[in-house]
């Protein structure tokens, strides 16, 4: 059975979403970067070791990159999920886990990588955001996409409402991409990703809609 840890910051919704999903691996640890994230109280409660690495006892970024990939290989990870996993990664971090790292990001990239998705996406005017699940090379927030949802963007959102309605389908998607991960289903080739087994869909969804 392979096993997986996930990377959190703070809440970690994500992480509950992915645990609560019976996926077919073995949860070893959940890790966070903050001793204060919610989520680790809720990896617990839930039976996953739960291990907190402050980076702010850290001299510099490579030493704490060399700290979390040491717990890592403890639990001799086969894939890293950063669900909320709020700090840049070094290149090595990056380039040692190619391949198995992957991360759930709140926008349809490459629109919007960075931080305050939902604003900006309100500002920017768009009638679609959404999420994506990437695997994480050194470009921020910009490696090959797996998967994305998209909801539409409705006349009265404000951040919240439309955060809520992005992180509703985080919940489902970020748990189906590790699945297919899991069980083997995912293939680089190039920059693009294939699923085996996937089934082409048409249709398309028009926002706003009326008649
Ligand atoms: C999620 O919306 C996730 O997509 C985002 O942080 C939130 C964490 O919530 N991640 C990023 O912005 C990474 N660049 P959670 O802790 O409840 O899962």
Redesign the pocket.
Known sequence: MKRYVIL??????????LLDAALPGLCAAVISNRPD?A?LAAAASRGVGAVAIDHRGFASREAFDAALAAEIERHAADLVL?????RGLTDSFVHRYAGRLM????SLLPAF???R?HARALEAGVRLHG?SVHFVTPAL?GGPIVAQAAVPVLAGDDEASL?RR??DE?HRLFPRVARWFLEERLHLVGARVQLAGETAVGGALHVPHAL
């Open positions: 959190i910051s703070g809440r970690g919704s994500n992480m509950e979403a994230a989520g950063l669900a909320g996993f709020m991360n759930i990001h709140p990588p960075g931080i998705t999420c927030d955060g992005v992180l985080e």
